[in-house]
């Protein structure tokens, strides 16, 4: 018996991906999207998932069995929404919550200092924001600052 057959030997390729992103099921949506992105260009990652679940959903259905928890909370998260009349109340607070949450970005890009503040410009985000007008200006060939 060979001793490279062990089988509990871990998958090296999965413990690569996990020191270098962290564990998957603790990614946030948007870090998972472009991790598949990266390793599997022009598929769509939750279609993938959706399929495998209901494949497994039907080898427990044939075996007259009920599929596991972990089964139909995959097959609950990746149904496609086709349209939010019939979606519970959950579903569309989930989507609200993961649409208003704060997001981290370059604190000199205006879109990532302004968002999820309070009051008025301060004088460095007006700086910022005339900067990038001026850009604009320039780059449009429209200056009416001349005219």
Do not use: C
Not at 71 to 77: E, F, G, R, V
Request: net charge negative; aromatic share 4%; charged share 35%.
């Amino acid at each position: 018996m060979p001793r490279d057959n062990k089988p509990n030997q871990p998958d090296p390729e999965r413990d690569l991906l996990d020191r270098l992103f962290g564990a998957p099921d603790e990614m946030a949506d948007e870090d998972l999207d472009m991790l598949y992105e990266a390793l599997a260009p022009n598929t769509n990652s939750t279609a993938i998932i959706h399929r495998l679940a209901e494949e497994a959903a039907v080898e427990y259905r044939t075996k007259n069995q009920m599929p596991p928890d972990h089964i139909q909370a995959a097959l609950d998260a990746t149904r496609e929404v086709k349209s939010l009349d019939n979606l519970p109340p959950s579903k569309l607070r989930q989507i609200v919550d993961t649409l208003t949450a704060p997001f981290t970005g370059a604190v000199k890009d205006p879109g990532y200092a302004y968002r999820n503040r309070d009051g008025e410009l301060d004088a460095n985000d007006q700086g910022i924001i005339d900067e990038l007008t001026d850009e604009l200006r320039e780059d449009w060939g429209t200056d009416d600052s001349k005219g």
